[in-house]
């Protein structure tokens, strides 16, 4: 019987646990929508802005931002002028233009979190203003960006957004990277030009009106600076975090770069300098950041002259009804109730404000703005309150051409009431091609209606990973006498692509002019992105005197098959001229050519992204020489394609594994390379570097490619005498890839054997000369080149060698990897050097 009682007993547990789960469920779907309706209404008791600039993804103020849009409900944006396309990864293999795909998204995620608006001033891939890497100073970024482009789209963007307060991230500053003292400097100049209708004026020919931004603030960096300290770290019971914390679970999204960290409970102040007013003298110190700026539509009637009054009683209602609306929360059917009252009366208030002509123009327009911005936000909040749950799915969200998908957008009635006239509408590229036969209906609580769509790819304009959604749907329903209209889009993107993607391997190709091979294997990757049996030709557009077997391939794919390996022999001549040549494969698809390159880019806190580009192998002819029989073990760092590189001009090349470092015969070896950053990235060279000291002891030959100094690095040991590397970065870095190098030593086989390094080595250098100079080092260490950045003192630690037991040791921080991965020649040339001094004395 206690059996059977421990039995019934355990199932009852397990009954109750089961019919919990809903209720579970329900409540997680209750919190949600309490915090999505929260969300709606914040912002509608303030008519505030405001805008924060900066150069790259990651420089927002994310714990200020959380604070002014979640908190005090204002409208928050972050306008920036690049996609952080020259940082590193730390979440993957993409780099240049994939990164910035990925820091895109991330930034836009980030926002979502916080609540804010984003703008870039960079308009696609080959755009001037993108990240070119470090800059010193703002002069040599707005040289390379073109500083009247950048200057006019950032006027735009304010005159558009209309922010009564402008902050930059960051100061202009000697210790501040340029492009963040580039975005800094032109901030504080848009300030009063966005307003005066000289600077640009076709921007005004289109509607766009001219914009006096209130106030404009700096970060303060001390007491004496601060005008203003703001508290933020409140706790918000809606979120259950702090401001602080809310900005870091934001900033978290940033997952490329490795942001977000843990911050606790209790005070954080934002300390600001105010530099700029229009709204009386700048003082000693604020108690408010709008002080002197109307905060609400109320505000706003102090400002009216006799001819505006009949508006002021009208915009006082107005504000009373927005802070109706804003009371009612959390109920959701008198936060419909009262926000249908208000978006009535604020469209009744929009349209005699359109027929206005007697109020100061400077005035109506910011007005009639204010209130576009109300009726958005009054719109979502209709759609919040009315617990309407909308949901756009596509079919076959990957479409190339002539492909159809079906779409639904299904609208689902969670409240209590009537929605009446709903309607959706899709709105898609221009050449495509839609069918529907859906009709506006009733949804009574508890109902969904699913409005059906049949869509056809009818065009080849691929997909851009910056563009707009390809599909979008319009839901609206009425609210008593008007229409209240808001756009959604499906949750992963439609990308329509093409056919076929080909990718070539190598991606890059360097022919040694000094042995050139008779022949060449190129593989190509042919990914279907096409439904069905799909049959194509692929060849080689190929330089001058180039020949391959074969010349064209047939690829036949069936149904089910994604994706194929094909492989051409490169027959190059026999007297291949040096420079840049470009081989593109190209498959003919119904006698369609394609010659693009399909990178998927993956990731869970982003979804899925492509990035289309030219399948071009990038070609450079020089002569290279290295000695016969060297053989280099590479210890990679995941940071750099090094590795390959050399592997691909034919060196005898070998990865070392865990494995390898901790017990293999290292002294097989005569030269051991590490990668950049490989004692950050590579646990176990940190734990056996004592064997890679032992093995230069022994008679070895070490070359070491750049550290960050927090990177593992012990000045005392990791090195086998004294190194320190320089920090901070801003100070010990050539960011001038042209900038002069003296050779100290030109004598030394480091600039003689086996390639005789002239100047134009030092030529066609991209992106920078080095980064993380040492800034001390031990006497035994010998210097060899000395470079600077315009004015400034020369860095001598580009190349430290030394003697250490039998053998030698190398360490330097110009970017190698940077030339050898851009086929720049002079880089491959004078670090075939460096790998190759043990060879010099045989």
Same mark, same amino acid.
């Given at each position: 019987? /206690?059996?059977?009682?421990?039995?019934?007993?355990?199932?009852?547990?397990?009954?109750?646990?089961?019919?919990?789960?809903?209720?579970?469920?329900?409540?997680?779907?209750?919190?949600?929508?309490?915090?999505?309706?929260?969300?709606?209404?914040?912002?509608?008791?303030?008519?505030?802005?405001?805008?924060?600039?900066?150069?790259?993804?990651?420089?927002?103020?994310?714990?200020?931002?959380?604070?002014?849009?979640?908190?005090?409900?204002?409208?928050?944006?972050?306008?920036?002028?690049?996609?952080?396309?020259?940082? +590193?990864?730390?979440?993957?293999?993409?780099?240049?233009?994939?990164?910035?795909?990925?820091?895109?998204?991330?930034?836009?995620?980030?926002?979502?979190?916080?609540?804010?608006?984003?703008?870039?001033?960079?308009?696609?891939?080959?755009?001037?203003?993108?990240?070119?890497?470090?800059?010193?100073?703002?002069?040599?970024?707005?040289?390379?960006?073109?500083?009247?482009?950048?200057?006019?789209?950032?006027?735009?963007?304010?005159?558009?957004?209309?922010?009564?307060?402008?902050?930059?991230?960051?100061?202009?500053?000697?210790?501040?990277?340029?492009?963040?003292?580039?975005?800094?400097?032109?901030?504080?100049?848009?300030?009063?030009?966005?307003?005066?209708?000289?600077?640009?004026?076709?921007?005004?020919?289109?509607?766009?009106?001219?914009?006096?931004?209130?106030?404009?603030?700096?970060?303060?960096?001390?007491?004496?600076?601060?005008?203003?300290?703001?508290?933020?770290?409140?706790?918000?019971?809606?979120?259950?975090?702090?401001?602080?914390?809310?900005?870091?679970?934001?900033?978290?999204?940033?997952?490329?770069?490795?942001?977000?960290?843990?911050?606790?409970?209790? %005070?954080?102040?934002?300390?600001?300098?105010?530099?700029?007013?229009?709204?009386?003298?700048?003082?000693?110190?604020?108690?408010?950041?709008?002080?002197?700026?109307?905060?609400?539509?109320?505000?706003?009637?102090?400002?009216?002259?006799?001819?505006?009054?009949?508006?002021?009683?009208?915009?006082? /209602?107005?504000?009373?009804?927005?802070?109706?609306?804003?009371?009612?929360?959390?109920?959701?059917? +008198?936060?419909?109730?009262?926000?249908?009252?208000?978006?009535?009366?604020? +469209?009744?208030?929009?349209?005699?404000?359109?027929?206005?002509?007697?109020?100061?123009?400077?005035?109506?327009?910011?007005?009639?703005?204010?209130?576009?911005?109300?009726?958005?936000?009054?719109?979502?909040?209709?759609?919040?309150?009315?617990?309407?749950?909308?949901?756009?799915?596509?079919?076959?969200?990957?479409?190339?051409?002539?492909?159809?998908?079906?779409?639904?957008?299904?609208?689902?009635?969670?409240?209590?009431?009537?929605?009446?006239?709903?309607?959706?509408?899709?709105?898609?590229?221009?050449?495509?091609?839609?069918?529907?036969?859906?009709?506006?209906?009733?949804?009574?609580?508890?109902?969904?209606?699913?409005?059906?769509?049949?869509?056809?790819?009818?065009?080849?304009?691929?997909?851009?990973?910056?563009?707009?959604?390809?599909?979008?749907?319009?839901?609206?329903?009425?609210?008593?006498?008007?229409?209240?209209?808001?756009?959604?889009?499906?949750?992963?993107?439609?990308?329509?692509?093409?056919?076929?993607?080909?990718?070539?391997?190598?991606?890059?190709?360097?022919?040694?002019?000094?042995?050139?091979?008779?022949?060449?294997?190129?593989?190509?990757?042919?990914?279907?992105?096409?439904?069905?049996?799909?049959?194509?030709?692929?060849?080689?557009?190929?330089?001058?005197?180039?020949?391959?077997?074969?010349?064209?391939?047939?690829?036949?794919?069936?149904?089910?098959?994604?994706?194929?390996?094909?492989?051409?022999?490169?027959?190059?001549?026999?007297?291949?001229?040096?420079?840049?040549?470009?081989?593109?494969?190209?498959?003919?698809?119904?006698?369609?050519?394609?010659?693009?390159?399909?990178?998927?880019?993956?990731?869970?806190?982003?979804?899925?992204?492509?990035?289309?580009?030219?399948?071009?192998?990038?070609?450079?002819?020089?002569?290279?020489?290295?000695?016969?029989?060297?053989?280099?073990?590479?210890?990679?760092?995941?940071?750099?394609?090094?590795?390959?590189?050399?592997?691909?001009?034919?060196?005898?090349?070998?990865?070392?594994?865990?494995?390898?470092?901790?017990?293999?015969?290292?002294?097989?070896?005569?030269?051991?390379?590490?990668?950049?950053?490989?004692?950050?990235?590579?646990?176990?060279?940190?734990?056996?570097?004592?064997?890679?000291?032992?093995?230069?002891?022994?008679?070895?030959?070490?070359?070491? +490619?750049?550290?960050?100094?927090?990177?593992?690095?012990?000045?005392?040991?990791?090195?086998?005498?004294?190194?320190?590397?320089?920090?901070?970065?801003?100070?010990?870095?050539?960011?001038?890839?042209?900038?002069?190098?003296?050779?100290?030593?030109?004598?030394? %086989?480091?600039?003689?054997?086996?390639?005789?390094?002239?100047?134009?080595?030092?030529?066609?250098?991209?992106?920078?000369?080095?980064?993380?100079?040492?800034?001390?080092?031990?006497?035994?260490?010998?210097?060899?080149?000395?470079?600077?950045?315009?004015?400034?003192?020369?860095?001598?630690?580009?190349?430290?060698?030394?003697?250490?037991?039998?053998?030698?040791?190398?360490?330097?921080?110009?970017?190698?990897?940077?030339?050898?991965?851009?086929?720049?020649?002079?880089?491959?040339?004078?670090?075939?050097?460096?790998?190759?001094? %043990?060879?010099?004395?045989?």
């Amino acid at each position: 019987m /206690k059996n059977l009682g421990y039995v019934l007993l355990i199932m009852l547990l397990m009954i109750s646990g089961f019919t919990s789960s809903p209720s579970i469920s329900s409540a997680q779907e209750s919190t949600a929508s309490e915090l999505e309706l929260w969300e709606s209404v914040v912002p509608l008791t303030t008519t505030a802005s405001f805008m924060n600039t900066g150069a790259h993804p990651d420089d927002e103020r994310s714990q200020f931002l959380a604070y002014l849009s979640r908190g005090e409900g204002i409208e928050t944006s972050f306008l920036l002028s690049t996609r952080g396309q020259g940082g +590193q990864n730390e979440i993957g293999s993409e780099l240049g233009d994939g990164l910035g795909i990925i820091r895109t998204n991330e930034l836009q995620a980030s926002s979502d979190v916080l609540g804010i608006d984003i703008f870039f001033l960079n308009q696609g891939f080959e755009d001037d203003i993108k990240d070119f890497g470090f800059s010193k100073s703002p002069e040599e970024t707005l040289e390379k960006w073109g500083e009247t482009a950048t200057y006019e789209r950032l006027i735009q963007h304010i005159r558009e957004f209309k922010p009564d307060v402008l902050m930059p991230s960051f100061r202009n500053v000697d210790s501040q990277h340029g492009h963040h003292r580039a975005m800094t400097m032109l901030t504080e100049k848009a300030f009063d030009d966005a307003a005066d209708p000289k600077v640009f004026p076709e921007q005004l020919q289109d509607g766009l009106t001219t914009w006096q931004a209130k106030k404009l603030y700096l970060p303060a960096e001390s007491e004496e600076q601060t005008t203003i300290s703001i508290e933020i770290g409140a706790y918000d019971e809606h979120y259950d975090m702090t401001y602080p914390q809310l900005g870091e679970k934001a900033r978290y999204l940033h997952e490329s770069q490795g942001m977000g960290r843990e911050v606790g409970d209790g %005070p954080v102040t934002v300390d600001l300098q105010l530099v700029k007013s229009t709204v009386g003298d700048i003082p000693e110190k604020e108690d408010h950041l709008y002080e002197g700026i109307p905060y609400d539509f109320s505000e706003y009637t102090s400002d009216l002259t006799k001819s505006g009054n009949k508006y002021k009683q009208s915009l006082k /209602k107005l504000q009373h009804n927005l802070e109706k609306v804003k009371e009612a929360y959390p109920n959701h059917n +008198q936060v419909l109730s009262h926000a249908e009252k208000a978006y009535q009366h604020l +469209q009744r208030l929009q349209s005699q404000m359109a027929k206005e002509h007697k109020l100061p123009e400077q005035l109506k327009n910011t007005l009639q703005h204010k209130l576009e911005v109300k009726e958005e936000q009054l719109t979502q909040t209709l759609f919040v309150a009315g617990q309407l749950d909308v949901e756009v799915e596509v079919d076959d969200p990957q479409l190339t051409y002539n492909d159809t998908t079906n779409v639904s957008v299904t609208i689902k009635n969670n409240g209590s009431k009537n929605v009446r006239n709903l309607d959706a509408s899709l709105s898609i590229p221009e050449e495509w091609e839609m069918k529907d036969n859906d009709k506006e209906a009733t949804l009574k609580p508890g109902q969904t209606k699913t409005f059906e769509y049949q869509v056809k790819a009818s065009s080849r304009d691929y997909y851009d990973a910056y563009d707009s959604s390809s599909i979008t749907a319009e839901v609206s329903f009425q609210t008593r006498n008007s229409t209240a209209t808001n756009e959604y889009t499906p949750e992963e993107r439609v990308a329509l692509l093409p056919e076929v993607s080909l990718k070539p391997n190598p991606e890059n190709l360097v022919i040694n002019t000094k042995d050139i091979e008779d022949t060449l294997p190129l593989k190509v990757t042919v990914e279907k992105f096409a439904e069905g049996e799909l049959t194509m030709d692929v060849s080689l557009n190929l330089p001058e005197n180039w020949q391959s077997e074969p010349a064209t391939q047939s690829v036949n794919f069936e149904a089910s098959e994604k994706e194929k390996v094909i492989t051409f022999d490169l027959i190059p001549p026999k007297d291949v001229d040096e420079g840049a040549f470009n081989i593109t494969p190209e498959a003919h698809v119904n006698d369609v050519p394609i010659t693009t390159n399909v990178q998927t880019i993956q990731y869970d806190h982003i979804g899925t992204n492509y990035y289309l580009s030219n399948a071009d192998v990038e070609g450079v002819a020089f002569p290279l020489q290295y000695p016969e029989g060297l053989k280099v073990g590479y210890v990679e760092s995941g940071f750099d394609e090094v590795a390959d590189q050399l592997m691909n001009v034919g060196m005898d090349i070998t990865k070392l594994s865990e494995q390898d470092l901790s017990s293999a015969d290292l002294s097989q070896y005569d030269t051991i390379v590490t990668g950049i950053r490989a004692y950050l990235s590579r646990e176990d060279l940190l734990q056996h570097n004592e064997r890679l000291l032992e093995y230069v002891e022994n008679g070895g030959h070490l070359v070491v +490619q750049y550290n960050k100094p927090w990177d593992n690095w012990n000045p005392e040991t990791t090195a086998p005498y004294k190194l320190v590397i320089g920090q901070p970065s801003i100070e010990w870095r050539v960011t001038r890839e042209d900038a002069p190098v003296e050779v100290l030593k030109p004598e030394s %086989p480091l600039f003689n054997f086996p390639n005789t390094i002239q100047q134009s080595d030092w030529d066609g250098w991209v992106q920078e000369r080095g980064l993380y100079f040492p800034m001390d080092w031990s006497s035994e260490f010998e210097t060899f080149v000395s470079v600077a950045d315009p004015g400034e003192e020369p860095f001598e630690g580009g190349i430290l060698m030394t003697d250490y037991g039998e053998g030698t040791y190398i360490y330097s921080n110009l970017v190698w990897y940077r030339q050898i991965q851009n086929q720049v020649p002079g880089g491959y040339r004078i670090f075939t050097n460096l790998i190759s001094y %043990p060879y010099y004395n045989e």
